[in-house]
């Protein structure tokens, strides 16, 4: 992806080439002030042109997708994937604490539970994601100037479904989105799967069916349609096929996007749009399905052009600090780690080495993935290990590896490296 650039008094420019940012670094006329996403800073003043900027977000429960436009070309486009096991982790912290509450204090007396919550309150997971999705759309606005932010809070219209008669500009674009806006939640309610094969057909083609026929006085509510894909839907209404289907489940996403839209609509100043009209924009724009391409129809853009370049990905990760974690060896070690979460031995620099981190080795760019005994294991973007030319084995020694960036949470791959 693009490189984004800063003045000297730290005000954001138009993104630049990752040659031109390597010819400027090398030179002395800039510096390095971020890596996720890459940033340098002038050391010189220089004029100071801009043009519009559109930042199209994707969000949704499990991944959010950005993309950084003009009107004419895509500076970046790139898939946010955060962590989900954060509910799993909190159950076991709870059964830890409940564990040893009962060994150690079983005599204590009882607390009453008169601990109040502040207004607002949200539980831990959810506080999670909220806070770090308004982050990176906040982490990226702050780095472009000029900035013209759009943002899809969910794939269909909840208050639509409920109130088809709602007005607004919204709304006013024709049957065709009134009639996406309730095909999409059927879709993810069911989890884009046919309900009779369950995918076996191998038939990507899906479309709605009603449960309870029309000609059977059957609805046409959310309720009385499921997900089935071309295939079955023409061998059911030949009687081909016999299946008795079971009541819709509830869909689960709207709970966290509707407190998701909430806190954007407090904490960021954007417009707000839905899934079902992104369909339609991503089509006009010949765009294949993913959270980076919707991004980009996101943002408004109507003329562009995409290359594989700026595309970028990010992933949250675990980092193990806690003493929980290290009840065990990590991989490839003989001993617990319960002094330090580095590893200090034979270092190159003062900065010791964390999972995840950025390094190069061998004259390529990839990310430690493991410790070993005096070495690491270290991946390229794509997931494969880089060993030195000619040798089987998969371990690097630690002398061999420069440090580039600590990645503080978050592991960033599939881009450009300077």
Same mark, same amino acid.
């Given at each position: 992806?693009?490189?984004?650039?800063?003045?000297?008094?730290?005000?954001?420019?138009?993104?630049?080439?990752?040659?031109?940012?390597?010819?400027?670094?090398?030179?002395?006329?800039?510096?390095?002030?971020?890596?996720?996403?890459?940033?340098?800073?002038?050391?010189?003043?220089?004029?100071?042109?801009?043009?519009?900027?559109?930042?199209?977000?994707?969000?949704?429960?499990?991944?959010?997708?950005?993309?950084?436009?003009?009107?004419?070309?895509?500076?970046?486009?790139?898939?946010?994937?955060?962590?989900?096991?954060?509910?799993? +982790? +909190?159950?076991?912290?709870?059964?830890?604490?409940?564990?040893?509450?009962?060994?150690?204090?079983?005599?204590?007396?009882?607390?009453?539970?008169?601990?109040?919550?502040?207004?607002?309150?949200?539980?831990?997971?959810?506080?999670?994601?909220?806070?770090?999705?308004?982050?990176?759309?906040?982490?990226?606005?702050?780095?472009?100037?000029?900035?013209?932010?759009?943002?899809?809070?969910?794939?269909?219209?909840?208050?639509?479904?409920?109130?088809?008669?709602?007005?607004?500009?919204?709304?006013?674009?024709?049957?065709?989105?009134?009639?996406?806006?309730?095909?999409?939640?059927?879709?993810?309610?069911?989890?884009?799967?046919?309900?009779?094969?369950?995918?076996?057909?191998?038939?990507?083609?899906?479309?709605?069916?009603?449960?309870?026929?029309?000609?059977?006085?059957?609805?046409?509510?959310?309720?009385?349609?499921?997900?089935?894909?071309?295939?079955?839907?023409?061998?059911?209404?030949?009687?081909?096929?016999?299946?008795?289907?079971?009541?819709?489940?509830?869909?689960?996403?709207?709970?966290?996007?509707?407190?998701?839209?909430?806190?954007?609509?407090?904490?960021?100043?954007?417009?707000?749009?839905?899934?079902?009209?992104?369909?339609?924009?991503?089509?006009?724009?010949?765009?294949?399905?993913?959270?980076?391409?919707?991004?980009?129809?996101?943002?408004?853009?109507?003329?562009?052009?995409?290359?594989?370049?700026?595309?970028?990905?990010?992933?949250?990760?675990?980092?193990?600090?806690?003493?929980?974690?290290?009840?065990?060896?990590?991989?490839?070690?003989?001993?617990?780690?319960?002094?330090?979460?580095?590893?200090?031995?034979?270092?190159?620099?003062?900065?010791?080495?964390?999972?995840?981190?950025?390094?190069?080795?061998?004259?390529?760019?990839?990310?430690?993935?493991?410790?070993?005994?005096?070495?690491?294991?270290?991946?390229?973007?794509?997931?494969?290990?880089?060993?030195?030319?000619?040798?089987?084995?998969?371990?690097?020694?630690?002398?061999?590896?420069? +440090?580039?960036?600590?990645?503080?949470?978050?592991?960033?791959?599939?881009?450009?490296?300077?």
């Amino acid at each position: 992806m693009r490189v984004f650039v800063k003045n000297m008094r730290g005000e954001a420019l138009m993104p630049t080439t990752p040659r031109k940012a390597r010819m400027l670094i090398k030179t002395g006329k800039a510096k390095i002030i971020g890596y996720a996403p890459f940033t340098i800073q002038l050391k010189y003043a220089t004029g100071e042109a801009r043009q519009p900027i559109l930042i199209g977000v994707d969000t949704g429960a499990k991944y959010t997708g950005i993309a950084v436009c003009t009107e004419n070309a895509v500076l970046a486009a790139g898939t946010i994937e955060f962590r989900r096991d954060i509910p799993k +982790l +909190l159950i076991t912290r709870k059964e830890y604490r409940r564990g040893r509450r009962y060994r150690k204090t079983r005599y204590r007396q009882p607390r009453y539970l008169n601990r109040a919550r502040r207004d607002g309150w949200l539980p831990p997971s959810i506080q999670s994601r909220v806070d770090h999705t308004i982050r990176w759309i906040e982490k990226f606005k702050n780095h472009v100037p000029c900035v013209a932010l759009r943002v899809e809070v969910g794939k269909f219209d909840i208050q639509k479904l409920m109130n088809p008669d709602i007005s607004g500009a919204e709304y006013q674009k024709g049957d065709l989105y009134g009639y996406w806006n309730e095909r999409l939640y059927i879709f993810a309610r069911d989890g884009y799967t046919c309900q009779i094969c369950h995918g076996k057909s191998g038939d990507k083609r899906l479309r709605t069916h009603h449960i309870d026929q029309r000609k059977a006085a059957g609805s046409d509510r959310a309720a009385n349609q499921a997900t089935v894909c071309e295939t079955c839907h023409a061998g059911f209404h030949q009687g081909l096929i016999k299946h008795k289907f079971k009541k819709p489940t509830q869909y689960k996403d709207p709970p966290f996007m509707n407190i998701l839209r909430r806190q954007i609509f407090n904490r960021l100043e954007c417009e707000i749009t839905y899934g079902n009209r992104t369909l339609v924009d991503r089509q006009f724009l010949g765009l294949k399905k993913s959270h980076d391409n919707d991004a980009i129809a996101v943002s408004g853009a109507r003329k562009i052009s995409v290359d594989d370049s700026v595309r970028f990905y990010i992933k949250q990760f675990r980092k193990k600090k806690r003493s929980l974690h290290e009840a065990k060896p990590r991989r490839g070690r003989i001993r617990k780690n319960t002094t330090s979460k580095r590893n200090m031995k034979n270092t190159p620099r003062q900065d010791g080495f964390s999972l995840n981190d950025n390094v190069r080795v061998f004259d390529k760019v990839g990310y430690i993935s493991g410790f070993t005994v005096g070495g690491a294991y270290v991946k390229a973007s794509d997931g494969t290990y880089i060993t030195l030319e000619g040798k089987q084995y998969k371990q690097v020694p630690i002398k061999a590896m420069q +440090l580039i960036c600590h990645n503080n949470n978050w592991q960033v791959t599939n881009v450009n490296a300077i």
